[in-house]
């Protein structure tokens, strides 16, 4: 649905990274993030708060449930995170290697 129902261009190149229920059911806490890093977080959050009422209705429309969860839009920095470590590993193998 982001990528082909979506036309918001704040909501490019972005993907979901994890998806939270609650146990009444009453909220759905939604972890995004974007292949440019949290530069865009803001923007995102703000596309994503714009299209959160269209996104709850099709997705109602499409799981049965009685009653839906609102849905909650979180920034995750895990892939920026992972991105950080990998590169702070290699400079370490490399230091290494030239000893």
Known sequence: MLLK???DPRLA???VTDVTVDRELAYANIYVSAVEGASRSKEILEGLESASGFLRRE???RVELRAFP???FHWDPTPENA???EDLFKKIKEEEEKK
């Open 5 to 7: 129902q979506i036309n």
């Open 70 to 72: 609102r849905l909650r």
């Open 59 to 61: 997705l109602s429309a």
């Open 83 to 85: 991105a950080h470590m």
């Open 13 to 15: 190149h972005i993907f």
